[in-house]
């Protein structure tokens, strides 16, 4: 069964830069479209970034488009988040998930996802 583990998370300065990883084991990432959620506290979970099996499709919330970087090594059965510009908004729990197969434009629609990691907590604060 797929798992997932999310690490890098941490308290960085408003304007800094933080990565996130997402690690697979019990199955090969490659078959899975990848997303990254978020969730504050007293909030909904937010759609953050997806990618396709293959990368070459990417979808990024409004909020974060221009500032977040998703990408994948299926090598290293892992995808990555590269945040930039982090404002003290990007505050959350974030999580990554796999799904087999979804339409690309629902794929920051969390409902689909079969495997969810733990969570990484991401504090920007000052």
């Known amino acids: 069964q797929l798992q997932l583990v999310e690490s890098g998370g941490g308290l960085v300065q408003p304007g800094g830069s933080l990565r996130l990883s997402c690690a697979a084991s019990?199955?090969?990432?490659?078959?899975?479209?990848i997303g990254w959620f978020r969730q504050a506290p007293g909030k909904e979970r937010e759609g953050v970034s997806c990618i396709s099996r293959s990368g070459g499709l990417i979808n990024y919330a409004d909020s974060v488009k221009g500032r977040f970087i998703i990408s994948r090594d299926n090598a290293k059965n892992t995808v990555y988040l590269q945040m930039n510009s982090l404002k003290p908004e990007d505050t959350a729990v974030y999580y990554c998930a796999a799904v087999p197969v979804i339409v690309q434009s629902m794929c920051l629609l969390g409902a689909k996802y079969v495997a969810w990691g733990q969570g990484t907590q991401v504090t920007v604060s000052s």
């Open positions: 019990g199955g090969t990432l490659d078959y899975y479209v």
